[in-house]
């Protein structure tokens, strides 16, 4: 069995699904979660990575998202939801906020360009963006953080988390005094990110530690997977970017929100409209 789920701010017609969808539907279900409509269409079609992203690139007009799953976690049963956080869960990339509030982010950015053409690798271009700060004052974390702004949805999300049996832990290429007190202030169970070194209450421009990059990240979701005692079919990784991409691929259901077009390349579901709240719709 697969399950094609259509979701939306609008509401979804047959027309629709009847003009898209050419084969034999077994059974279509209707939910809606707060300002989100959504159809779950059962099928013993499995559609291909081409055949999805051309129902999706006809449905982008209507804004409607889509996700193709084998089967919904069970939500009475532990799972683990694994999450990035710049452009994932805050709007915000915090490396270019520092780089903005130093008068760097020129130099910051076109370093970042280089990475996400592939000219250069996540930990090469992390280290040489790390390198422009040295010098700032690390009290700007903390201005910084006071203009984080969350995400679309994931207030809502995080609001009704406490229903569900979650363990939620982000794992982020960015910092840690970030990352210690979001996660803190909005009860995830665990975090993993960078370390940029502070001498004097100043950055000196170098990391120390382990690097969170793409290998890291799929190998914590393991780890995280394991410490928890998580089933395998259990599991939600959701990020945006080619960094997340190997963290997506090892969950049951990895998912791209408001993803870049490389990783959109890479990945099978992704959603452009919805807020993170969308979430929910992958659990019976």
């Not at 995400?151 to 979650?166: A, I, R």
């Amino acid at each position: 069995m697969n399950i094609l789920i259509l979701i939306s701010e609008n509401e979804i017609s047959d027309k629709i699904i009847k003009d898209e969808f050419d084969f034999p539907i077994i059974k279509k279900v209707k939910k809606e979660f707060l300002n989100l409509n959504a159809i779950y269409l059962y099928t013993n079609t499995k559609l291909t990575l081409l055949e999805l992203h051309t129902i999706r690139n006809k449905l982008i007009f209507l804004k409607i998202d889509i996700i193709q799953i084998e089967k919904l976690l069970n939500k009475n049963i532990e799972s683990l939801l694994v999450f990035d956080m710049d452009s994932t869960l805050i709007k915000q990339e915090i490396i270019d906020e520092l780089a903005k509030s130093i008068k760097v982010f020129s130099s910051v950015s076109q370093i970042t360009e280089e990475a996400m053409q592939g000219k250069i690798d996540f930990e090469t271009s992390l280290r040489k963006r790390c390198e422009l700060l040295k010098g700032a004052d690390a009290s700007q974390f903390e201005s910084i953080y006071n203009e984080i702004h969350l995400n679309d949805g994931v207030k809502e999300f995080l609001e009704h988390s406490k229903n569900y049996l979650f363990k939620m832990v982000v794992l982020s290429g960015g910092f840690n005094p970030i990352l210690k007190k979001f996660t803190i202030e909005n009860n995830f169970d665990n975090y993993r990110a960078n370390e940029l070194e502070v001498n004097n209450g100043k950055f000196s421009g170098n990391l120390i530690g382990e690097i969170i990059d793409r290998d890291k990240k799929a190998y914590y979701l393991n780890y995280y997977k394991d410490l928890y005692e998580i089933s395998e079919n259990q599991i939600i990784a959701v990020g945006d970017g080619s960094n997340d991409l190997l963290m997506i691929r090892e969950a049951y259901i990895g998912i791209g929100f408001k993803p870049k077009e490389g990783l959109k390349k890479e990945i099978m579901n992704w959603v452009d409209f919805s807020g993170m709240y969308f979430l929910y719709f992958l659990y019976e």
